[in-house]
């Protein structure tokens, strides 16, 4: 069952069975009433770490007084990664969460972790806490399906795009170490990315088919695509990503003899719709552009739209610039409205939206044609893009 939260976004997935959706501090409470109605006699809820803080608590507590058979995953990820990053409100450690579920009632406390030996000192838990590998979460999820009442399991792993922020800030440990895949041992068969669910796993298109490439740039150095059944991974142990050899032109303004461009009149707004995924630089794009209008004593709106975009989902920025502020009534960009569209992912220039607002003989187009996939790739990769 899903709730408020990243983890939310699985009841979008047709291969994870994760139904229905709650309020905040409201998960695992509607199974209260629908257990007596259910053939099935036990559910997991997920709950994450900032939502548990915030009032998930306090369905926990109704929980454990019904004694409905259910297994909360607390999914404890450093950070309440869809609203900015930030640390979750109090700052529990798991094992005082821990200590806390005891306190309510939980029949049995586990811990899951891509790091089991963080904890070395069992003590710090209540009596009975187990800690485990994640290798094994099937095998403890099972377990804890089979004993009466409510049941925990924290699952501790930091949020992967909170780990390549705080890496790029020297805030986080940075292994030196990285996967590849050598393309000419790969078959194609995909098990990579059912093994780490990830969408650094990308398509290689070749001569011999569809193959499988490790994206860099976006690679968070969890290696959970290694543990597929596969030989042609390789690891390379520290070394760095070869750096893009410096241009050979000269210190001289190669721009310089260039005319300025001839400057349109503008009578009326100007509409500007840009689309893209989180990290192409769309906001940003946004912003130096309705500051530049700023600056000319022009009229400007910039309108977001970022959905999930940290986790590369889709990016909309509305920009309209006109004569004076007054002349703009309204941020977004209305049906055919658009003069220019800027498509920094084709995907997302193609996307029912953002189509609805360009007109034949009216807007124009640049377009990004390099072929991002999208997190469908993940469950099916024979995806036509």
Avoid at 92 to 110: D, H, L, N, W
Avoid at 349 to 373: F, Y
Wanted: charged share 20%; aromatic share 6%.
């Amino acid at each position: 069952m899903a709730g408020i939260g990243c983890h939310g976004m699985t009841t979008w997935m047709p291969t994870r069975n994760t139904q229905t959706i709650t309020h905040m501090g409201g998960e695992g409470a509607n199974w209260i009433g629908q257990a007596g109605f259910a053939t099935e006699k036990h559910v997991f809820q997920n709950l994450g770490d900032g939502t548990y803080t915030h009032s998930g608590l306090l369905a926990i507590r109704a929980v454990a007084a019904s004694g409905v058979n259910i297994t909360y995953k607390i999914l404890y990820n450093d950070a309440v990664a869809m609203t900015g990053g930030q640390s979750a409100e109090s700052g529990f450690t798991v094992p005082q969460i821990a200590s806390q579920m005891a306190a309510e009632g939980a029949k049995r406390v586990v811990i899951v972790s891509d790091e089991p030996d963080k904890y070395p000192d069992m003590s710090l838990f209540p009596r009975g806490v187990t800690t485990h590998d994640r290798k094994d979460l099937d095998l403890v999820q099972r377990e804890l399906r089979d004993i009466s009442g409510l049941t925990i399991l924290i699952y501790d792993q930091t949020c992967a795009a909170e780990k390549r922020r705080r890496r790029k800030r020297g805030l986080f440990p940075d292994p030196q170490k990285r996967a590849f895949i050598n393309d000419a041992v790969c078959e194609g068969c995909g098990d990579c990315s059912v093994k780490s669910n990830c969408v650094s796993v990308k398509p290689l298109e070749t001569e011999l088919g569809r193959k499988r490439v490790i994206d860099q740039s976006s690679c968070n150095k969890d290696f959970s695509c290694v543990e597929g059944f596969c030989p042609s991974f390789v690891t390379v142990h520290g070394g760095g990503l070869r750096k893009v050899s410096k241009s050979s032109v000269s210190a001289q303004d190669p721009f310089g003899g260039l005319p300025m461009p001839a400057v349109r009149p503008l009578y009326e707004p100007y509409n500007m719709l840009m689309t893209g995924i989180g990290g192409t630089g769309v906001i940003t794009v946004g912003a130096l552009l309705g500051m530049a209008a700023h600056l000319e004593g022009k009229g400007c709106s910039v309108l977001d739209f970022t959905g999930l975009a940290q986790k590369n989902g889709g990016v909309m920025t509305h920009v309209r610039i006109a004569p004076a502020p007054e002349d703009i009534a309204a941020v977004r960009i209305a049906a055919g409205g658009a003069d220019l569209l800027l498509g920094f992912d084709i995907v997302g220039a193609a996307s029912p939206v953002a189509l609805a607002r360009i007109e034949q003989g009216v807007t124009r187009a640049v377009i990004n044609t390099s072929m991002t996939p999208t997190a469908a790739f993940v469950t099916d990769g024979n995806i036509d893009f």
